[in-house]
């Protein structure tokens, strides 16, 4: 199957409360290769690389998040495949 490559930018209360830890695990879990990042401006920016259907299941979950987020909003944007194995969390831009 193809895969594709979406970045995220989730705004909200979604720094420190876990929201980096949380779409680690869902990640992972579905499967996906990319990365999670906190952002100086207060959001949480991410690349998810997969199959379409997880990777559209993953930006769905990320509008809820973990418990102790509260999502604002997300912008969503086609992106490129950085090569990355696996799924982690990265350095704050």
């Known amino acids: ?3 594709i490559a979406l970045r995220l930018r989730i705004r909200g209360r979604v720094q420190g409360v876990g ?3 949380w ?3 869902e990640a992972v879990h579905r499967g996906l290769r990319g990365w999670v990042r ?3 401006d207060g959001t949480v920016e991410a690349l998810l690389i997969g199959e379409d259907a997880a990777v559209g299941a993953m930006a769905e979950a990320c509008r809820r998040g973990p418990r102790a987020a509260a999502v604002g909003g997300i912008e969503t ?3 490129e ?3 990355s194995t696996g799924f982690s969390a ?3 831009l």
Do not use: L
Request: glycine share 10%.
């Open 90 to 92: 990265v350095a704050t």
């Open 1 to 3: 199957m193809a895969e």
């Open 77 to 79: 944007a086609a992106a």
């Open 81 to 83: 495949d950085d090569g």
């Open 19 to 21: 929201y980096r830890d």
């Open 23 to 25: 779409t680690v695990r």
């Open 38 to 40: 906190n952002r100086g």
